[in-house]
């Protein structure tokens, strides 16, 4: 069964080229057949994959299949190879399966869109994209995986080509995720150059051979990739592509932020997770990057009225939490709550989609309501992912994983109180703000009519996705709340077991209920705020103090102001006031000294006789002057 | 005797196309592509009947090798070989040859005859510069392609192509002279020193020269190279020339002549000069780098479609000349896929824009916009090279640049650093010609045919080639290395004749950090 592995991308990609090639041609259903089906045969290949690879393990817990030498150049020879331990099993499994479940909901949701066959191509390929990403064994062809999601990201983002605003935001999410991976590529340079291969473990054992812990080449290549784990996964300081990435189709948006590209970062920092144990200075700057994305996200997600943006910050913060818990050697936490999250991430959006269809194309939470009655479905699902989101206790998924999180970043060796009281307070404003979207959008009194239902397909995908939600949780629970360990056991093949400080171990029990209490009183407070008294919340947005934050936070932090004035403006004056290509005045310099001369010489012919003499006479002795004196 | 047909053959069929435009304009066009066809066969023949020996570990680099006196008194013959590097190359422009033609069926409604001749002439003159072991043979070639492109660009040209003819001749035909200039310097010393006198590229790798004269010699014939390639602050005439010339003319100006430049300074410039060209090393990748991003910044401020897609070749360019003067086997390997990807993908970007010019009359940027929804697949097909352009791993053009930074960083890590910047750059401007054409809003309105199948054809073409040099790269790395190799070899052999009686073969050379034979990259 393992020897199926190379199918899994495989299939979509082919799915992709189908679509790209014959797509316009068919009929919506044979697009959909063959979008949903080749991702569907794709997750169906990672169940088969997976219960073989844990049925009967490959030796060293690890499975490599070549399928061709990519280049080779003297002793540089990456292969399209690639390779299976349980950290990629596991993103095979969520990618494939939350990518069906979101490709089965645009089947529906996309129905009567133009563009049809190009959405599934560019979907299709997004997923064999990633499954390149996560699969591949060097570390070239993550890289390729790695730019075809951010390709993707950019086609989708612009998928409604003709609002020239929508490929502003495409190609910022492009450029922007490019500059990481510019980074990244040098990271790439790095490593070969010191050590000789690309292949992820070779690389992590002869970097564990040759380098010391805190060696300066180790640091470097370290940050270098962190740096294209923060383009891709929309953190300090690159996250500002994220929030206007909405411009794209709800599907696009559950695609990026739960299945493929922002996870890519936390995925590539897990997957060289050696390197960065001998560069404790970056790794504590991973942690650190961490915990002050997920606190400025969670402010400006507080400030936001367009339902997909509060859902957008929520996603930068959230994915702040993996940072968070990769920084302080959590490795197997992240992984957990990017399980989760991918989840109730991909079903808050996929919910979202379905009630700004049934608001016809209204993003604004301030101009809803009361849906709660109108759409009970998408109430009750929408309602377990944002439970799940603020981390509801006991009950959902997102409580045993950001929990688990908030454990380790304070009982860890490299943790502290500091980034444990970070992560308390990203928690606490997670759930104002999370709540604050459902009592907007769902409670109050109805302030539009819904005009559409959705249908059974969409309604199938919530159902899936919010039980996901709520059970996946169960794979990893807290010692006192039944210790489950599923899931750690089973990457501990591949991912170092988190250490934990013994003195500081057995505050578990305390600090989980803290985190509890401050999730339930964010619920209760978004209540009181945007459900109980608004008028006082609007007064406190009124005030001198609140309206200056109001605009920070709204605006993210002023971080594409900056960008704009420092970067984005200079250049483009730089390439418009050079449009004539300054160089050329040189030789336009020599042309015209030529005509200069020209009109100087021929001055000279004038049909003055006397001009010609005094010109023999001067010439003349000039000649005897030469050759009296030399 | 393989060698003179595959230049004769250009050159009769470029002449039986002139003669047969009396019949009417659809013979030279069948000549021409008949012509072709048969010279692409036939080298393909011999590329799969010889590409067994690239494997070999004992390997001549060279197949074939022709060789007759031609004026004997001065030591000038006509020598002719071919290696792997000149076989890719030599497909190369033969596969662009195909598609000039193909992409001017309809364009081209005015002396046909003429036009065909000349295309093919220029086709054969350079076939000959990728051919030539006889400097001075090598010299008449190169000198040779100016007058054919001069007529095509003159003749066929847009509104003003007089300027930019007269331009790209004087660049080219000044940068020559001081070529020429190194090349007798050469000779004389050569002479000089041996008593020998021949332009015979064999006997001339290995030349002591005194300095600093042996620094100006390669000084004028980098000059040259670098007029051609063209390397900034001497790319002038290129915007000009693109913008000017018909569809034809940019293909063959961005696929087959700005290939010579890099191909003189791999097969000529720092094999016969490696000392001084080393030395020189630093300066030329300075400038390399200095073109990847000055290219890609004012290709950013164009509104003209054909000169912003020329800027990006400047661009481009940059990353050829910063991989040669790495002077390793990776970053050799990497200039030279660039020079190929290059060649089909921004000649699939020029074929397009010559496409829109058909149907809408225009190449200003901001008369257009919203082209996909009434041309999705000439969109599609743009998609394919802007982003082979913005160096998107599975296209040829990124297994290039990275090979050339990854050879790079070996030579010098900040050049490798500011290079890789080039990635940010090309990501805004390509993204910029797919906004500026086929996305936003269709301001004016148009509605247009989308590609015929010919078109079509073209774009299928150039799209799996360079989605073939992306994905399995490894049949034109292995074709090529022999000949790195060699190059490689002469340069450390020149290098040695000059400076073996000040040290010892037991010291490392110089310039060792650069070269790196067969080991390759250990670290």
Same mark, same amino acid.
């Given at each position: 069964m393992l020897g199926l592995l190379w199918l899994i991308p495989v299939i979509p990609l082919i799915g992709f080229i189908l679509l790209a090639i014959i797509g316009p041609r068919l009929s919506r259903t044979a697009v959909a057949i063959i979008g949903v089906g080749s991702v569907g045969i794709s997750a169906i290949?990672?169940?088969?994959?997976?219960?073989?690879?844990?049925?009967?393990?490959?030796?060293?817990?690890?499975?490599?299949?070549?399928?061709?030498?990519?280049?080779?150049?003297?002793?540089?020879?990456?292969?399209?190879?690639? !390779?299976?331990?349980?950290?990629?099993?596991?993103?095979? $499994?969520?990618?494939?399966?939350?990518?069906?479940?979101?490709?089965?909901?645009?089947?529906?949701?996309?129905?009567? =869109?133009?563009?049809?066959?190009?959405?599934?191509?560019?979907?299709?390929?997004?997923?064999?994209?990633?499954?390149?990403?996560?699969?591949?064994?060097?570390? $070239?062809?993550? !890289?390729?995986?790695?730019?075809?999601?951010?390709?993707?990201? !950019?086609?989708?983002?612009?998928?409604?080509?003709?609002?020239?605003?929508?490929?502003?935001?495409?190609?910022?999410?492009?450029?922007?995720?490019?500059?990481?991976?510019?980074?990244?590529?040098?990271?790439?340079?790095?490593?070969?150059?010191?050590?000789?291969?690309?292949?992820?473990?070779?690389?992590? =054992?002869?970097?564990? =051979?040759?380098?010391?812990?805190?060696?300066?080449?180790?640091? %470097?290549?370290?940050?270098?990739?962190?740096?294209?784990?923060?383009?891709?996964?929309?953190?300090?300081?690159?996250? @500002?592509?994220?929030?206007?990435?909405?411009?794209?189709?709800?599907?696009?948006?559950?695609?990026?932020?739960?299945? %493929?590209?922002?996870?890519?970062?936390? !995925? $590539?920092?897990?997957? @060289?997770?050696?390197?960065?144990?001998?560069?404790?200075?970056? =790794?504590?700057?991973?942690?650190?990057?961490?915990?002050? %994305?997920?606190?400025?996200?969670?402010?400006?997600?507080? %400030?936001?009225?367009?339902?997909?943006?509060?859902?957008?910050?929520?996603?930068?913060?959230?994915?702040?939490y993996m940072f968070l818990a990769l920084g302080v050697g959590a490795w197997s936490a992240a992984i957990f709550h990017f399980m989760t999250h991918a989840f109730f991430k991909a079903l808050l959006f996929l919910a979202a989609g379905v009630v700004i269809d049934a608001m016809n194309d209204e993003h604004n939470m301030f101009k809803m309501g009361g849906l709660r009655t109108q759409l009970p479905l998408t109430f009750w699902t929408f309602l377990i992912g944002s439970s799940a989101l603020s981390a509801l206790p006991l009950i959902t998924s997102g409580f045993y994983s950001k929990d688990l999180i908030l454990f380790d970043a304070y009982a860890s060796p490299s943790g502290s109180t500091w980034l444990w009281l970070a992560g308390l307070v990203g928690a606490f404003l997670t759930s104002i703000y999370t709540f604050r979207m459902v009592f907007l959008t769902f409670f109050g009194k109805p302030k539009t009519k819904a005009v559409y239902q959705p249908g059974s397909r969409i309604n199938l995908a919530l159902i899936v996705l919010a039980a996901f939600a709520l059970l996946i949780g169960f794979l990893e629970t807290p010692s006192f709340l039944g210790n489950i360990n599923v899931?750690?056991?089973?990457?501990?093949?591949?991912?170092?077991?988190t250490s934990i400080l013994p003195q500081r171990a057995g505050s578990e029990g305390i600090l989980e209920l803290v985190s509890a209490v401050i999730s339930l009183v964010g619920i209760y407070l978004a209540y009181l705020l945007f459900l109980r008294v608004p008028k006082t919340t609007e007064a406190m947005v009124q005030s001198p103090v609140g309206a200056v934050l109001h605009r920070y936070w709204f605006s993210g932090w002023g971080f594409d102001w900056l960008y704009d004035t420092v970067l984005v403006r200079p250049f483009v004056w730089m390439a418009n006031s050079n449009k004539n290509d300054f160089i050329d005045l040189l030789y336009k310099g020599i042309i015209r000294l030529n005509e200069a001369l020209h009109r100087v010489l021929s001055n000279t012919e004038n049909g003055l006789v006397r001009w010609y003499a005094t010109g023999i006479a001067i010439g003349a002795v000039i000649i005897i002057a030469i050759v009296v004196f030399l | 005797m393989i060698l003179p047909w595959i230049i004769i053959i250009l050159v009769i069929g470029g002449t039986l196309a002139w003669i047969a435009g009396r019949f009417g304009p659809h013979w030279p066009r069948w000549i021409s592509l008949a012509t072709l066809g048969i010279h692409f066969g036939f080298l393909l023949y011999l590329w799969i009947q010889n590409y067994s020996i690239f494997t070999l570990t004992t390997r001549s680099p060279w197949f074939a090798l022709f060789d007759i006196p031609w004026i004997s008194q001065i030591g000038i013959s006509f020598s002719l070989g071919m290696d792997g590097l000149s076989l890719l190359l030599i497909l190369l422009i033969n596969l662009?040859?195909?598609?000039?033609?193909?992409?001017?069926?309809? /364009?081209?409604?005015?002396?046909?005859?003429?036009?065909?001749?000349?295309?093919?002439?220029?086709?054969?003159?350079?076939?000959?510069?990728?051919?030539?072991?006889?400097?001075?043979?090598?010299?008449?070639?190169?000198?040779?392609?100016?007058?054919?492109?001069?007529?095509?660009?003159?003749?066929?040209?847009?509104?003003?192509?007089?300027?930019?003819?007269?331009?790209?001749?004087?660049?080219?035909?000044?940068?020559?002279?001081?070529?020429?200039?190194?090349?007798?310097?050469?000779?004389?010393? +050569?002479?000089?020193?041996?008593?020998?006198?021949?332009?015979?590229?064999?006997?001339?790798?290995?030349?002591?020269?005194?300095?600093?004269?042996?620094?100006?010699?390669?000084?004028?014939?980098?000059?040259?190279?670098?007029?051609?390639?063209?390397?900034?602050?001497?790319?002038?005439?290129?915007?000009?020339?693109?913008?000017?010339?018909?569809?034809?003319?940019?293909?063959?100006?961005?696929? #087959?002549? #700005?290939?010579?430049?890099?191909?003189?300074?791999?097969?000529?410039?720092?094999?016969?000069?490696?000392?001084?060209?080393?030395?020189? *090393?630093?300066?030329?990748?300075?400038?390399?780098?200095?073109?990847?991003?000055?290219?890609?910044?004012? *290709?950013?401020?164009?509104?003209?479609?054909?000169?912003?897609?020329?800027?990006?070749?400047?661009? +481009?360019?940059?990353?050829?000349?910063?991989?040669?003067? /790495?002077?390793?086997?990776?970053? #050799?390997?990497? *200039?030279?896929?660039?020079?190929? /990807? +290059?060649?089909?993908?921004?000649?699939?970007?020029?074929?397009?824009?010559?496409?829109?010019?058909?149907?809408?009359?225009?190449?200003?940027?901001?008369?257009?916009?919203?082209?996909?929804?009434?041309?999705?697949?000439?969109?599609?097909a743009a998609m394919v090279f802007t982003l082979a352009s913005l160096g998107l791993p599975g296209l040829g053009n990124f297994v290039g640049e990275f090979l050339v930074l990854l050879g790079v960083y070996r030579v010098s890590i900040p050049a490798a650093a500011l290079a890789t910047l080039g990635f940010i750059v090309a990501t805004i401007y390509s993204l910029w010609i797919i906004q500026g054409a086929f996305h936003g809003r269709n301001t004016e309105g148009w509605k247009l045919q989308d590609m015929s199948s010919r078109e079509a054809a073209i774009m299928t073409t150039l799209i799996a080639v360079i989605l073939w040099l992306g994905i399995y790269p490894q049949t034109v790395l292995n074709t090529s290395l022999p000949a790195v190799e060699a190059m490689q070899k002469y340069a450390i052999e020149t290098q040695q004749t000059i400076v073996s009686p000040q040290i010892s073969p037991a010291q490392p050379l110089p310039i060792e950090g650069s070269i790196t034979i067969n080991t390759g990259g250990k670290p």
């Open positions: 290949l990672a169940i088969l994959v997976a219960i073989s690879f844990i049925s009967s393990p490959p030796a060293g817990n690890a499975f490599t299949q070549t399928l061709w030498t990519w280049i080779n150049v003297t002793n540089f020879n990456p292969g399209i190879s690639f !390779y299976l331990d349980s950290l990629s099993m596991i993103m095979v $499994l969520v990618v494939t399966f939350v990518g069906f479940v979101i490709h089965l909901y645009s089947a529906e949701h996309m129905l009567h =869109q133009e563009g049809y066959s190009r959405f599934f191509a560019y979907m299709n390929l997004f997923v064999g994209s990633m499954l390149i990403l996560v699969l591949a064994n060097n570390l $070239l062809l993550l !890289y390729l995986g790695w730019e075809g999601v951010g390709l993707c990201s !950019y086609l989708l983002i612009g998928f409604w080509y003709t609002n020239p605003a929508n490929g502003r935001a495409a190609r910022k999410a492009f450029i922007v995720t490019r500059v990481g991976d510019a980074a990244m590529a040098i990271g790439l340079f790095l490593l070969f150059n010191n050590l000789a291969t690309l292949n992820i473990q070779d690389v992590m =054992q002869r970097a564990a =051979q040759t380098w010391q812990i805190g060696s300066p080449l180790a640091v %470097t290549a370290a940050a270098l990739l962190l740096g294209g784990a923060v383009g891709k996964s929309a953190q300090l300081p690159l996250q @500002t592509w994220l929030p206007d990435a909405m411009a794209g189709p709800s599907p696009v948006s559950a695609l990026i932020h739960a299945a %493929t590209m922002v996870t890519a970062g936390v !995925y $590539l920092i897990a997957r @060289t997770h050696v390197l960065f144990s001998l560069a404790p200075s970056v =790794q504590l700057a991973v942690a650190i990057v961490g915990a002050a %994305t997920l606190l400025l996200a969670g402010f400006s997600a507080l %400030t936001q009225w367009d339902i997909k943006r509060v859902l957008a910050y929520s996603t930068i913060s959230q994915i702040g899931l750690g056991n089973f990457l501990s093949a591949s991912l170092p077991a | 662009l040859g195909i598609m000039a033609v193909a992409c001017s069926w309809n /364009a081209i409604k005015d002396r046909v005859g003429f036009f065909h001749f000349n295309l093919m002439w220029i086709l054969a003159s350079i076939t000959g510069v990728f051919l030539a072991l006889d400097l001075f043979l090598f010299y008449f070639f190169w000198e040779l392609m100016l007058v054919p492109l001069y007529f095509l660009i003159g003749i066929w040209g847009y509104e003003n192509r007089i300027y930019a003819t007269i331009k790209f001749f004087i660049f080219t035909q000044v940068s020559g002279l001081f070529m020429l200039l190194g090349i007798l310097g050469l000779y004389f010393v +050569h002479g000089a020193n041996t008593g020998v006198y021949t332009f015979s590229y064999f006997q001339l790798l290995g030349t002591k020269l005194p300095q600093p004269l042996g620094f100006l010699l390669m000084l004028g014939m980098f000059l040259a190279f670098a007029v051609k390639l063209p390397v900034v602050p001497f790319h002038t005439w290129l915007p000009d020339a693109h913008t000017e010339a018909p569809t034809a003319g940019s293909v063959d100006l961005a696929g #087959l002549v #700005l290939k010579v430049g890099a191909y003189g300074m791999i097969r000529f410039l720092i094999p016969l000069f490696p000392k001084d060209s080393l030395s020189f *090393a630093p300066i030329a990748m300075a400038l390399g780098i200095i073109g990847i991003l000055y290219g890609a910044i004012v *290709a950013f401020g164009q509104t003209d479609l054909k000169r912003l897609i020329a800027y990006t070749s400047i661009s +481009h360019m940059g990353f050829v000349i910063l991989g040669i003067f /790495a002077w390793n086997t990776i970053a #050799l390997q990497g *200039a030279i896929i660039i020079m190929i /990807a +290059h060649g089909i993908s921004t000649s699939g970007l020029f074929i397009m824009v010559g496409d829109l010019m058909s149907r809408l009359h225009t190449r200003d940027f901001r008369r257009m916009g919203g082209l996909w929804s009434t041309l999705p697949r000439m969109g599609g």
